[in-house]
């Protein structure tokens, strides 16, 4: 960042001047990783991840801090929240939410001042809450089972080639944490409802195929070392972790999208790329997901085709 974009306390981003508290606070102290790295990160990757928090309630989880410390979830915006920031009314059970939508660079630079290390969009936009534009398959290794992450591997391998077969375009990520999503964007014409159902059905379906692997069974006790299809993010107000975002976890890994070939990489692992390694495999190989809006594709066809397999 050039020296005229940035002071001790302040940062220029497009037309705004974002505020700096306490820039040399570390986050992830092992590494010496400051809130001012952790603003950087932000800054240089909001090219592509803005794609995926742009028009969609935020909820921010927060380190004030540090990873390692108290923690939170932040949903509603709080009153020193300047009025650039672009804010949306969400209805809940006993009132409503004043939500966060993340739209710009400058915005992102806040957050991250905000000690928010992870932003947790909504499967849903702003101006359509009730018809998610993603569908989000969870994919952690299985407790007690053998293979961890090459489980997780042969996991999104062959969900990946279901989800084809019935005429979908999944993405493969890895999320910074212990595992990978598989998420499959929608052209809104689908209510939460339909869209859970669906996603249940394909896990039920392959777990039913892979039976010794795989299961759709929620409670731990009853897995026995199997992968657990999770589609439980998959309803009204669910987030799911934004790519290219941070985790709260050792030396700062980064939810990556991937190539699908990627998948067959050895050295291929769940925090594999760092707040500092990210960039650099952002510069050398390109945004994986760029063009992804192309692949947004409608549940009609895909049920038609899974009730031909059921």
């Known amino acids: ?81 300047p009025d650039w920031i672009r804010t949306v009314e969400v209805p809940k059970e006993d009132g409503r939410l004043t939500m966060a939508v993340c739209d710009d660079t400058a915005t992102l630079v806040y957050l991250a001042n905000q000690a928010c290390i992870t932003p947790h969009p909504w499967l849903s ?25 090459e489980t997780v591997r042969w996991s999104a391998r062959t969900l990946g080639d279901l989800l084809t077969e019935l005429g979908l375009r999944p ?26 159902h669906f996603a249940r059905r394909v896990a039920d379906l392959l777990a039913a195929r892979h ?49 699908w070939d990627e998948l067959d990489d050895p050295d291929l692992g769940p925090r594999r790329w760092t707040l500092r390694t990210l960039s650099e495999r952002l510069d050398k190989y390109g945004d994986p997901w760029k063009g992804l809006g192309r692949c947004r594709r409608s549940l009609r066809t895909a049920q038609r085709r899974l009730d031909d397999l059921t």
Do not use: W
């Open 125 to 149: 936009p702003a101006n359509c809450l009730d018809c998610p534009d993603r569908l989000v398959f969870d994919l952690d290794p299985p407790e007690g089972g053998e293979n961890g992450f």
């Open 171 to 196: 993405a493969l990520m890895t999320t910074g944490s212990r595992g990978m999503h598989l998420l499959v964007l929608l052209d809104r014409r689908t209510d939460f409802d339909t869209a859970r």
């Open 1 to 81: 960042m050039s020296p005229e974009a940035r002071t001790k306390d302040q940062i220029r981003v497009g037309g705004r001047r974002v505020s700096l508290s306490n820039p040399d606070k570390e986050l992830f102290p092992d590494d010496g990783i400051t809130k001012a790295e952790l603003v950087d990160y932000y800054r240089s990757v909001a090219r592509p991840m803005l794609t995926h928090l742009r028009g969609r309630p935020l909820v921010m989880e927060r380190y004030p801090d540090g990873y390692q410390g108290k923690s939170f979830f932040h949903k509603d915006v709080p009153d020193y929240f």
């Open 211 to 259: 039976s010794d692997r795989l299961t759709t069974e929620p409670r731990k006790n009853k897995r026995r070392g199997r992968l657990y299809l999770d589609t439980q993010r998959n309803a009204y107000a669910q987030t799911s972790v934004a790519p290219y975002a941070v985790r709260a976890r050792p030396h700062a890994p980064v939810a990556t999208p991937l190539h």
